[in-house]
């Protein structure tokens, strides 16, 4: 499966989704929050302030982030997995967390939503990286699925019923065992590995 570059985007910008609420955190007025903050019953008054201060831009990342997110999961479930593989060999890879980080390093160096030309710059910084990311296969491979159990492997592998052995990198949620069958699908370069369903055989 080839992601189409709008799909990719979204599955890169929902692995940002800890930048937006950095900004979020970052936005936050510290004179609106020594006012105190308004009751449930005044949330929707005129009286009642959020405690932001480009509320619209710092709520809004955050929204994407979220929905980018969910995309990204619902794009990982969706894969299909015809095809099974005898594992023979599993090595984990630990995630390349250097270029992840990058986006995170220059939003701490002074970037908000009221600097315009400086959030231009880091917008360009942004769809650079993306692009990088993107056209090298790499895009699925982002260090957030760690927190929802996925895990990047180099695997030694061979279809069924072939003994030609190959090489490959492969997501999957949790631990890969070798000497086991897993069904398998694609994503980019990436395999996308599954356990075999229950009263499924192998072959």
């Excluded at 760690?146 to 695997?155: A, M, N, P, T």
Aim: net charge neutral; hydrophobic share 45%; charged share 15%.
């Amino acid at each position: 499966m080839q992601l189409r570059t709008t799909s990719a985007f979204a599955l890169y910008v929902g692995s940002y989704l800890p930048l937006g609420l950095v900004l979020l955190v970052q936005d936050v007025d510290p004179v609106a929050v020594r006012r105190g903050f308004c009751p449930p019953s005044a949330w929707f008054g005129e009286s009642c302030v959020v405690p932001l201060m480009h509320p619209w831009w710092a709520f809004g990342t955050v929204v994407v982030g979220i929905a980018c997110l969910i995309l990204t999961m619902l794009t990982l479930g969706a894969i299909g997995t015809p095809r099974q593989v005898s594992v023979a060999e599993a090595k984990h890879i630990p995630a390349d967390l250097i270029n992840y980080a990058m986006p995170y390093i220059v939003s701490f160096m002074g970037l908000d939503y009221g600097s315009p030309t400086r959030l231009l710059g880091f917008t360009v910084f942004f769809f650079w990286i993306f692009w990088i990311t993107y056209r090298s296969g790499q895009i699925v491979m982002n260090p957030i699925l760690i927190v929802f159990g996925w895990r990047l492997y180099e695997i030694k592998y061979s279809f069924i019923g072939i003994d030609k052995p190959r090489l490959g990198r492969a997501l999957f949620r949790g631990e890969v065992e070798p000497d086991k069958v897993y069904r398998k699908g694609s994503l980019q370069d990436v395999m996308i590995l599954r356990e075999l369903q229950e009263g499924e055989t192998n072959g």
